[in-house]
């Protein structure tokens, strides 16, 4: 499947050069990625996708989910936990004061 860079560029309303600009990368560069003349490397992926707040297989095109689940711990029962959002307690222990964001990366499903 064909990666999503152009497509979030435009829905986005931004040019080459402003993606470029923002991102720190060439704007022939960035032609190339997304006619996909040319592979970006896995720093250039986190890169574009931390840009666009999707998750890097999303960008790819290997994924059509978009959704972001992020690393959360509980200060109490200190397990760790998957969330979409904010969470109001921890599924385990059902605290709902120290919840803290976790320190991993994200993933998508």
């Known amino acids: ?3 999503r860079i152009k497509e979030l560029r435009l829905k986005n ?3 080459l050069q402003d993606l470029g600009k923002a991102v720190g ?3 022939n560069t960035l032609s190339r990625y997304e006619n996909e003349q040319r592979e ?3 720093e250039t992926w986190q890169k574009l996708a931390d840009f666009f707040d999707v998750p890097i297989a999303y960008l790819q095109g ?3 989910y978009i959704k972001k689940y992020e690393l ?3 200060s109490r029962c200190e397990k760790h936990f998957f969330a979409t959002e904010e969470p109001k307690h921890c599924p ?3 605290s709902t004061k120290r919840l803290c964001y976790g320190t991993s990366k994200t993933i998508s499903f």
Do not use: D, F, R
């Open 62 to 64: 290997t994924t059509s």
């Open 25 to 27: 990368l060439n704007c």
């Open 13 to 15: 309303h931004l040019t």
């Open 92 to 94: 385990y222990c059902g």
């Open 1 to 3: 499947m064909k990666n």
């Open 40 to 42: 970006p490397k896995i």
């Open 72 to 74: 959360w711990v509980c």
